[in-house]
C-alpha cells in the first residue's frame, strides 16, 4: 500500500490564511502591524532564495518586512549593531539573521545578540532553555513545524517511538525535544551511531535531518511507519531531493512528507507565526503600560 503524502505546502497554506486574519485583526484593533527584520550577509545563493522566500511569505500575510543586504566584509562589530538597532525598534517584532554567517563572525554572539523577545527564529539560549523546561517561548520553526505537521494528521503522539536522524540545534535536537513533550519516546541517532537501520525500523515516526541524499531506503524503515524528511538536497541534475528515497520508502510507509513541498513550507509559516505572536504580545504591553 501506497503512503499518504503529507502536503506540507497544503497544511501551510491553510496556516498562512489564518495568520493573515489575525495580521488585520492586530492592524485594525491596535494599529500595529507585525514588522520582520531579515538581516542577510554575502551572496551564498542559498541564503538568498531563503530570504526572498521569508519576505514573499511574510508581505502575503500583510506584515512587514525589512530587507537589510551586507557585504561578506561586514564586520561583527557591525552586525551587532544593527541587531542592538532592531532590538530597540518598536516597528519591529522579530529579527532573523539568515545563516550561516561568513566565517569572521561568530554565530553564537549574533544569537545572543538578538533580544529574546525578538527571537522569531527561536535560537537564542534563552527561548531554547525556557522551550527545555516547557516555559512559553519562541519554538525553533523546522522542529515547531514538523510538529504540526505531526498533529494535523490526528495520529496520537503519546507512546509512539520517534527516532530522530541528526542532532543539530536547529532541527534534530529540538525536535525531539518538542516530541518528548507530547510524550513520544524519543531515540537520536547522528554519524557515530552503530548499526543505524536497526534502529530507525524500531521507529513509528521516524524524522530524517541529516543532509544526505536518499540516505534513507524502505531497509531503514519499519512498514506502517510515519516518514518526515527534513533534508534538502541538490542532486546533480539540479533536482531537490530529501534524505529519503521517496519512490521506495513511500510504498513501505503509512505517511510521508515530500521534497520540496514537505517541512520546507512550514518552516516559513511558523516563522510568520512566531512574528505574528510577538507582535500580539508586544502590542498588548504596549496597551498595558501607555
Ligand atoms: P547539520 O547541522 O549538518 O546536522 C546533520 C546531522 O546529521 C548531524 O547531527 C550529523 O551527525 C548527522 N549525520 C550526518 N551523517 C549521518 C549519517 N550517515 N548517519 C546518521 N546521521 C548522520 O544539518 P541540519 O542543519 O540539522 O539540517 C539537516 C538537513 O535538513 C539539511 O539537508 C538541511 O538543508 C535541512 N533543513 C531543512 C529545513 C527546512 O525547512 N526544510 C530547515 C533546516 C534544515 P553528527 O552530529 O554526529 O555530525
Not at 87 to 108: A, W
Amino acid at each position: 500500500m501506497s503512503a499518504v503524502i503529507v502536503s506540507g505546502k497544503e497544511l501551510a497554506s491553510e496556516k498562512r490564511a489564518f495568520i493573515k486574519t489575525e495580521v488585520q485583526k492586530l492592524v485594525a484593533d491596535r494599529q500595529t502591524q507585525p514588522g520582520l527584520a531579515v538581516i542577510l550577509v554575502g551572496d551564498d545563493p542559498a541564503s538568498h532564495s531563503y530570504v526572498r522566500a521569508k519576505q514573499r511569505a511574510c508581505e502575503e500575510a500583510g506584515m512587514q518586512c525589512i530587507l537589510e543586504h551586507y557585504p561578506e566584509t561586514l564586520t561583527e562589530k557591525e552586525l551587532l549593531e544593527r541587531i542592538t538597532f532592531y532590538n530597540q525598534e518598536k516597528t519591529v517584532h522579530g529579527i532573523l539573521v539568515q545563516l550561516p554567517l561568513p566565517k569572521h563572525i561568530n554565530e553564537l554572539a549574533v544569537i545572543e545578540r538578538i533580544s529574546p523577545e525578538k527571537d522569531v527564529d527561536g535560537f537564542h539560549p534563552v527561548n531554547i532553555g525556557k522551550m527545555m523546561i516547557d516555559q512559553q517561548a519562541f519554538l525553533p520553526c523546522t522542529p515547531y513545524g514538523i510538529v504540526e505537521m505531526i498533529k494535523s494528521l490526528n495520529i496520537p503522539i503519546a507512546g509512539k517511538h520517534v527516532v530522530v536522524i541528526g542532532r543539530s540545534n536547529i532541527v534534530g535536537k529540538p525536535v525531539g525535544q518538542l516530541l518528548l513533550k507530547e510524550d513520544a519516546t524519543v531515540t537520536y541517532c547522528h554519524s557515530r551511531t552503530k548499526d543505524l537501520s536497526s534502529i530507525t525500523k524500531q521507529a513509528d515516526i521516524l524524522i530524517a535531518a541529516v543532509g544526505k541524499a536518499k540516505l534513507i531506503g524502505p531497509d531503514y524503515v519499519k512498514e506502517g511507519a510515519i516518514v518526515i524528511d527534513v533534508g534538502v538536497n541538490r542532486l546533480e541534475t539540479g533536482k531537490l531531493c530529501g534524505d529519503v528515497d521517496f519512490d521506495t520508502v513511500k510504498e513501505k510507509a503509512s505517511y510521508i512528507t515530500p521534497v520540496p513541498g514537505g517541512v520546507g513550507p512550514m518552516t516559513i509559516t511558523m516563522l510568520l507565526q512566531n512574528t505574528l505572536q510577538s507582535a500580539q504580545k508586544i502590542g498588548r504591553a504596549n496597551k498595558t503600560f501607555s
